[in-house]
């Protein structure tokens, strides 16, 4: 889809990616259309899967949730079984805010995000370990988050949006 993005397509995705509370209205009024073909071009965004949702992001450490951890894991079989076990279980994991298949001597990369060290060391043994499918785990603790952000670099698919971060 990135070829049919236009200059208006472009700037409506790069509002709303950052601000998912804009009204019609007030995006349309950004990209100098109407409410009603705004709407439309939304709509159609939707229906291409561009957009597949729009949320709120909530201060994790307001809520008490600010330990974060990046595990790597392996699996002790990785047959495809095992995969497809290891991938349903951890898709039910509230804790485990990503997670990735990935190359190298590790099978998964996952991000966990809980309350405080005791509630991970909790969560890695009952949960993770307690699957029965895991071989080894590294776990690396996040000091300071530099920078976190959902939104896709549109620059580099459209020259009509910012490549900046």
């Not at 450490?61 to 495809?80: A, H």
């Not at 190359?103 to 990369?109: I, L, P, Q, V």
């Not at 939104?151 to 910012?162: D, I, K, M, R």
Request: hydrophobic share 40%; charged share 25%; proline share 2%.
């Amino acid at each position: 889809m990135s070829e049919a993005l236009d200059a208006v397509d472009a700037k409506i995705l790069d509002l709303i990616q950052h601000d998912a509370g804009l009204s019609v209205a007030e995006i349309a009024e950004r990209v100098g259309l109407s409410s009603s073909p705004c709407w439309r071009r939304i709509k159609r965004l939707e229906d291409a899967g561009v957009i597949q949702r729009r949320v709120t992001i909530l201060d994790r450490d307001k809520l008490g949730l600010g330990f974060e951890v990046y595990c790597t894991v392996k699996l002790s079989l990785p047959t495809k079984e095992n995969l497809e076990s290891f991938e349903t279980a951890i898709g039910k994991l509230a804790e485990v805010v990503q997670c990735a298949t990935v190359t190298g001597a590790c099978d998964y990369e996952l991000r966990i995000v809980t309350r405080d060290m005791h509630a991970f060391d909790d969560f890695l043994r009952d949960r993770i370990l307690g699957l029965g499918l895991v071989s080894n785990i590294e776990s690396r603790i996040v000091i300071r988050s530099v920078k976190n952000t959902t939104a896709a670099p549109l620059g580099l698919v459209s020259p009509y949006v910012s490549a900046q971060g």
